[in-house]
């Protein structure tokens, strides 16, 4: 396992290589909880030389280990670590995506307004199915990338892609709070 890096924290800290895990949209949790255990045990301030450095380190750490554990923004640090763009420079989504959204999105509200408890939990079963669809399409677009050498068009399609995801996202959230 590497060993975290003495650095000031940059606007692309590595969750990957602060964690000591190698760079990968397939994360296995129990190894995620367990290089995070062996980083914060080395930061505890009865183990470490310098208690502020271990402070701002540990902050950096706990980050790491947030990002990896939510699918979508682990797929987000990876998307811009392989050198493909971040969410505020591309904003494209897959060809249709929008149009059917706002199409999902009225019926939903409709169903949200009219108190249509069937029809509102049809739509957060849907909402549920596509998160889970994007999930699978960022795993496979990863497996690409890697294959293909992190090619741009791969890296492009990931970035709609995960854009799309977000949108599903929000409904999810909106959707929730009812």
């Known amino acids: 396992m590497q060993p975290v890096p003495d650095r000031p924290q940059s606007p ?13 949209f397939r994360i296995d949790q129990p190894a995620l909880q367990r290089a995070w255990l062996q980083r914060t045990a080395a ?18 750490v706990n980050r790491a280990k947030s990002v990896l554990e ?29 149009t059917g959204m706002m199409e999902a999105r009225q019926e939903a509200e409709e169903a949200l307004h009219s108190a249509d408890a069937p029809a509102l939990e049809r739509w957060k079963q849907w909402a549920r199915d596509e998160r889970e669809n994007y999930h699978r399409q960022t795993a496979a677009l990863f497996d690409r990338a890697v ?11 990931l970035r709609a892609t995960l854009n799309a995801w977000r949108y599903i996202e929000r409904m999810i959230e909106q959707l929730s709070e009812t």
């Open 147 to 157: 294959s293909d050498g992190a090619a741009p068009d791969t890296l492009r399609q």
């Open 43 to 60: 930061l505890h301030p009865d183990r470490h030389p310098d208690p502020v450095q271990a402070a701002s380190l540990l902050s950096r």
């Open 70 to 98: 939510d699918p979508e923004q682990r797929a987000n640090a990876l998307l811009v670590l392989l050198g493909g763009p971040a969410r505020e420079q591309d904003k494209s989504l897959p060809d249709g995506f929008l």
């Open 12 to 24: 692309i800290d590595d969750p990957f290589a602060l964690l000591g895990l190698d760079r990968s």
